[in-house]
């Protein structure tokens, strides 16, 4: 099973930018697909953004889309999720998994999170 580890939260004003790395275990990191995701306080985890396992496939939820982009480092076993333009609704904490789609039921092997936290 992949472990994940995600790293590069903090707090930002609005506007600024933060870029999120999650360092993947395991030689079989570029056989998968990875997606972040976020959860905000007594709201339900929301998809953020997906890659596929070549890097040459990736969405986003509307809400990011033009602001958050996601790419991919197989030989460092590293995805990314560069935030741009950050609002403070963007504030969550931040998780990476192995998986496809903008389902959460469709990832395994989550990250322990890592928060954002944007002011306005």
């Known amino acids: 099973q992949v472990q994940l580890l995600e790293s590069g939260g903090g707090l930002v004003q609005a506007g600024g930018s933060l870029r999120l790395s999650c360092v993947a275990s395991?030689?079989?990191?570029?056989?998968?697909?990875m997606g972040w995701f976020r959860q905000a306080p007594g709201k339900e985890r929301e998809f953020v953004a997906a890659?596929?396992?070549?890097?040459?496939?990736?969405y986003y939820a509307d809400s990011v889309k033009g602001r958050f982009t996601i790419s991919r480092d197989n030989a460092k076993n590293t995805v990314y999720l560069q935030m741009n333009s950050l609002k403070p609704e963007d504030t969550a904490v931040y998780y990476c998994?192995?998986?496809?789609?903008?389902?959460?039921?469709?990832?395994?092997?989550w990250g322990q999170g890592t928060q954002v936290t944007v002011s306005s």
């Open positions: 395991g030689r079989t990191f570029s056989r998968y697909g």
């Open positions: 890659i596929s396992w070549s890097g040459s496939i990736s």
């Open positions: 998994a192995v998986g496809e789609g903008n389902s959460y039921s469709y990832y395994n092997s």
